[in-house]
């Protein structure tokens, strides 16, 4: 059955789920419950939300910083990678969201040489994210070339 006119739709879906202390609950339904309050000044109102984005950027300032970059090797780019990294100490390595390696990060070391068990196909996403304590804290990602 099509809608009248000769007008067509499509719908994409997709379920999204929260992370770190709320790990698995899903966003719809239930919206978005934040860990600290603000409330709306006049500023924010009729100034773009100048103060609130005060406000965040000094809550942002007081979190820890941490980086990950991923860059595949040119002598093997489907299986050799040099990861850079920062305020972290576990690599995990996924090629198309498979889980493929595990790698602890020396806390003196900031680039990570890995090599996957098998060379990943071409056109594949190969996908690191990084923890610090166990809490999943950064990712990235980069796509094989053929």
Known sequence: MGLPGGISMR??????TRVGSRSGIP????GVVTDMRYFMTKEDVVSNNQNLKAAAAKFLKALPNQALRLTSDPAEPHQKFSVECSNIDRI??????RPTLSSEVPASQ??????????APGGSVVSAN????GEFVVSTRVKITS
């Open 11 to 16: 719908v994409a879906a997709r379920r999204c």
């Open 27 to 30: 966003v719809e339904d239930y």
């Open 92 to 97: 995990d390595l996924f090629v198309n969201d």
């Open 110 to 119: 900031s680039h990570v040489p890995v090599r996957l068990p098998f060379p």
């Open 130 to 133: 990084g923890y610090r304590k």
